[in-house]
């Protein structure tokens, strides 16, 4: 009778610990193998992986090869870790350590093999990379804490909204001025004394004749003047298909004549005539705007915030 106590004790006793071993999550067993033999940080903590810094530091612009104690190294983990952490803090992930994503990963690469060979439309790569899935699923939690955050923590009331619109309306809604650019013009020509033209203008203005002398001598012939107004409805134009020639006239103040300028067609000499203040956009035209740059501001904030609060510990 003792012996057979003690025979079912013993399998009791066998019985528990397989049971404890088999109710050990395999997630937890898999991240430690994957994070304990190369750990390069800890940020409040949690462990950051070799692996992990090395997408980091090429999300950051540096090679993988480098040292991972840079400054810029350091604070993109940081700002990146932090975020995740409160990504699970609010539900919006689950798990923050690198094997979880690298199962993600192959889940989303496997979804888009399968979807390609069942004649399906997928956007985005047919296959992602370890650093394009990284970056793309840290924009999209990203996205999605800011969003829940500012639902839950943000004060977005009109008040506030018109306080931070007064307070940065000149980033917010200002508009662009008006410029009038009057303009001296030789067109190129298949004689090709144009620029020879142009420079001999030039060197009468520095002379000391008046730009609007030689411009009213030559405005009775066609094509040799022009006038330009850059505005509020065309300034986005110019300064993205004439960029060199906007951001110079836009630097230049009213009655400052510029030197010679040419593009395809010609060679010219501006002068602005007149420069009128755009004004501002009012509040109610601007208010989603308003919304998108207060939120943003303040979410940034916050994360600033969080991360001066984190500690951070580097394995060497």
Do not use: C
């Not at 003047?225 to 110019?238: S, V």
């Not at 004439?242 to 501006?270: A, P």
């Amino acid at each position: 009778m003792k012996k057979m106590m003690l025979l079912l004790g013993s399998v009791l006793f066998i019985g528990l610990v397989m049971l404890f071993i088999l109710s050990t999550p395999r997630d937890q067993e898999e991240t430690t193998q994957m994070e304990s033999g190369d750990i390069v940080a800890y940020v409040n903590s949690i462990p950051v992986a070799q692996e992990e810094m090395n997408l980091i530091m090429q999300l950051s612009g540096q090679s993988a090869t480098g040292g991972h104690n840079s400054d810029q190294a350091i604070d993109r983990m940081l700002e990146i870790k932090t975020a995740q952490q409160i990504a699970v803090k609010y539900d919006i992930m689950k798990d923050s350590s690198f094997s979880v994503f690298l199962k993600e990963l192959d889940a989303e690469n496997k979804r888009r093999a399968d979807a390609l060979n069942n004649k399906e439309v997928i956007y985005g790569p047919k296959q992602y990379t370890k650093l394009t899935y990284y970056d793309y699923r840290h924009s999209n939690m990203l996205n999605s804490l800011k969003l829940m955050w500012s639902e839950q923590e943000l004060d977005i009331g009109d008040q506030k909204l018109m306080d931070y619109y007064e307070q940065h309306r000149d980033r917010l809604a200002k508009k662009h001025d008006t410029i009038k650019i009057y303009k001296i013009v030789q067109p190129k020509t298949a004689s090709g004394d144009a620029e020879q033209k142009i420079f001999e203008i030039e060197r009468d203005l520095k002379a000391g004749q008046a730009f609007m002398e030689i411009y009213q001598q030559l405005e009775e012939e066609q094509g040799l003047t022009e006038i330009e107004t850059i505005n509020e409805d065309n300034y986005k134009e110019i300064s993205k298909y004439h960029s060199g020639y906007y951001h110079l006239v836009s630097g230049l103040s009213q009655g400052e004549v510029s030197d010679v300028l040419e593009d395809e067609t010609s060679f010219f000499i501006v002068r602005i005539a007149d420069v009128k203040p755009g004004g501002y956009k009012e509040f109610a035209e601007m208010r989603e705007e308003v919304i998108r740059q207060y939120t943003d501001d303040y979410f940034e904030s916050f994360l600033e915030q969080q991360m001066l609060n984190s500690e951070v510990r580097l394995e060497h």
